[in-house]
């Protein structure tokens, strides 16, 4: 069956780095779209950023554009997310979830936690 | 990128119907059939419930069904059962190719 497992959250400090993880299986990973979407501790969803099957296309939300980074492997079907200049705001479980169709995340992973604090 | 609305909580009674909605503009939701609804319950993964406005996923019970009308979209979920009370929020594709979510809706099962 289809399974995402995230690696790499931990505890950073503000400005800080962190680069995330996902590791795809039982799928063709090389035909789907792939998004980071987040989810601050007791609040709602957040899509963060995705990236196209061929990794041509990119985009992100306003909240993280120019400090995320997504990127994609498909010979080793996964998937990243580098973190640059972190702030408090950041902290959150980050999930990477597959696009079935557009907005349509059809699987997610368990979610890592990033916790960004002094 | 301002998030999708949807009210905050909405309750009913076992076997009653409630439809949750989710509101955005002509450049989201009313611009596009990529609206989904997602289900989740507390410490667990978002599941996805209804796709493409008003496709249910193989496995999800027909008592969800997801319609759109102009710029608001929502999820009816008929014959409520204590097992749909959770957190229920929508997505949409939008015209700047980003995602956007709804801020949620909290199901409560009186």
């Known amino acids: 069956q289809v399974q995402l497992v995230e690696s790499g959250g931990g505890l950073v400090k503000p400005g800080g780095s962190l680069r995330l993880s996902c590791g795809a299986s039982a799928f063709t990973f090389s035909d789907y779209y792939m998004s980071w979407i987040r989810q601050a501790p007791g609040k709602g969803l957040e899509w963060v950023s995705y990236i196209s099957s061929s990794t041509s296309y990119t985009n992100y939300a306003d909240s993280v554009k120019g400090r995320f980074t997504i990127s994609r492997d498909n010979a080793k079907n996964s998937l990243y997310l580098q973190m640059n200049s972190l702030r408090a705001e950041d902290t959150a479980v980050y999930y990477c979830a597959r696009e079935g169709s557009y907005a349509t995340f059809d699987y997610w992973g368990q979610g890592t936690l990033v916790t960004v604090s002094s | 990128q301002s998030a999708l609305t949807q009210p905050a909580s909405v309750s009913g009674s076992p076997g009653q119907s409630i439809t949750i909605s989710c509101s955005g503009t002509s450049s989201d939701v009313g611009g596009y059939s990529y609206v989904s609804w997602f289900q989740q319950h507390p410490g667990k993964v978002p599941k996805l419930m209804i796709y493409d406005v008003s496709n249910r996923p193989s496995g999800v019970s027909n008592r969800f069904s997801g319609s759109k009308s102009g710029n608001t979209a929502s999820l009816t979920i008929s014959g409520l059962q204590a097992e749909d009370e959770a957190h229920y929020y929508c997505?949409?594709?939008?015209?700047?190719?980003?995602?956007?979510f709804g801020g949620g809706t909290k199901v409560t099962v009186l």
């Open positions: 997505s949409s594709y939008t015209s700047s190719s980003t995602r956007l």
